[in-house]
């Protein structure tokens, strides 16, 4: 089980002249590679390893965990530069985040670690009952990932943990994509997750992420007091369900599903029979810009529309183009809302703050000629809370629309 290195033993690190040392200081959170002195000692440093950051003064600012071979180079860990990454360590930020979960959520299914808002740079955790699924985006996770494991463990007391190792941010960071058990056995079946109102299928090995979209919780239940006795709804990018399935529970006669992915669309329909809502729920496999333009084209409308696709603008360069496609989203989404309907439409994208991507889903609206009224901004939920200092935790947006 790996620990820290003594504090007398750690490397220093130091930021150049005229870097953001006051940030840092006021609660960012990282230090950008461009900002650190990079000599020859600390490229040397093994992806993870552990530092005292020190600022162009040489003044100790923290403990950190240096990756030279990631934009991110180094990651705010404890103010106390002489804290020791021990058993204890990793338990007390557990036991932080989990006391606040538990007074928030009747049932322990939720986001137990949103990364650096709990005070564990680059590491997910979200608890399905008895198992935990860990994703650890970051180097330093991946080499204290059984002292992790261990105090995930002790404090939840949960009899499996397992680890994703898919996304984007683990390639940048130069880890692998090997997913693996880290304690106790993998779920032989979906885990049923209960949420406003609704039975979701959480397919913690084969599924998408972690295997369940937590964050859409609140903005869920909203959905579900748009709907009318016997609305249709259309849930466009649906995964297993999401807005379907709690738009049923709210009292809609019927809820089509689009989704690229069959097995996602079939633990909708295992969601919808287990729920109790027999074949109010159909689903559609396809590209969703092609099923949409190919739903007018049948002359179909719905009272309640919602698209929540990927994240189209993951990064700065690719902020143009997502921008683009969250308008054409909107373009071809608006014209199946019946007059007096709704339309909401989300975005997971760090790059597309809450303006831009607001602009973009009005201007989409408008060049259908359709005219909107904006009636909620949702976001994720308090069991994915943000660090203040740092945006990219604040990723998740969803606007609401009424259209004439």
Request: aromatic share 6%.
């Amino acid at each position: 089980m790996t620990a820290s290195s003594p504090a007398s033993q750690r490397a220093r690190v130091r930021m150049k002249p005229k870097s953001n040392a006051r940030a840092i200081r006021h609660g960012f959170p990282w230090v950008y590679a461009n900002e650190l002195v990079t000599d020859r000692r600390t490229r040397k440093l093994a992806p993870g390893a552990l530092a005292v950051l020190e600022d162009e003064a040489q003044t100790p600012m923290g403990l950190v965990t240096v990756n030279p071979e990631s934009k991110i180079i180094a990651r705010m860990l404890d103010r106390d530069p002489q804290a020791d990454l021990n058993l204890a360590w990793f338990e007390a930020r557990l036991s932080r985040a989990l006391q606040m979960r538990e007074q928030l959520f009747d049932a322990p299914f939720y986001r137990l670690v949103h990364a650096e808002a709990d005070g564990l740079p680059g590491i997910v955790i979200d608890r399905f009952g008895d198992a935990c699924v860990v994703q650890p985006n970051a180097a330093w996770a991946e080499v204290h990932i059984e002292l992790l494991t261990q105090a995930l463990v002790n404090v939840t007391g949960v009899g499996t943990v397992l680890k994703n190792a898919a996304g984007r941010t683990r390639s940048l960071e130069g880890l692998d994509d090997v997913n693996m058990v880290l304690h106790g056995t993998a779920p032989e079946a979906p885990i049923t997750v209960q949420m406003n109102g609704a039975s979701y299928m959480a397919d913690l090995t084969g599924g998408q992420k972690t295997g369940l979209y937590y964050d859409q919780r609140y903005n869920h239940a909203f959905a579900s007091q748009l709907v009318a006795p016997e609305a249709r709804v259309l849930d466009v990018f649906s995964h297993v369900g999401g807005f379907g399935l709690a738009m049923l529970a709210g009292g809609a006669g019927s809820a089509l599903c689009v989704d690229g992915s069959a097995p996602a669309l079939a633990l909708a329909e295992q969601g919808a029979a287990a729920s109790g809502f027999g074949n109010k729920l159909s689903t559609r496999q396809g590209d969703a810009f092609d099923t949409l333009a190919a739903l007018a084209a049948e002359g179909e409308t719905f009272d309640v529309v919602i698209c929540d696709p990927p994240a189209f603008a993951p990064s700065k360069p690719t902020l143009e183009a997502g921008l683009r496609a969250y308008e054409r989203i909107a373009k071809l989404a608006a014209p199946l809302v019946k007059p007096g309907g709704y339309l909401g439409l989300c975005s997971c994208s760090h790059a597309a703050d809450l303006s831009k991507f607001r602009g973009a889903s009005a201007r989409g609206i408008g060049r259908a000629e359709r005219s909107p009224q904006l009636i909620h901004t949702g976001y994720a939920g308090a069991d994915h809370p943000q660090l203040p200092q740092l945006a990219e935790s604040g990723y998740l947006k969803a606007v609401f629309f009424r259209l004439d």
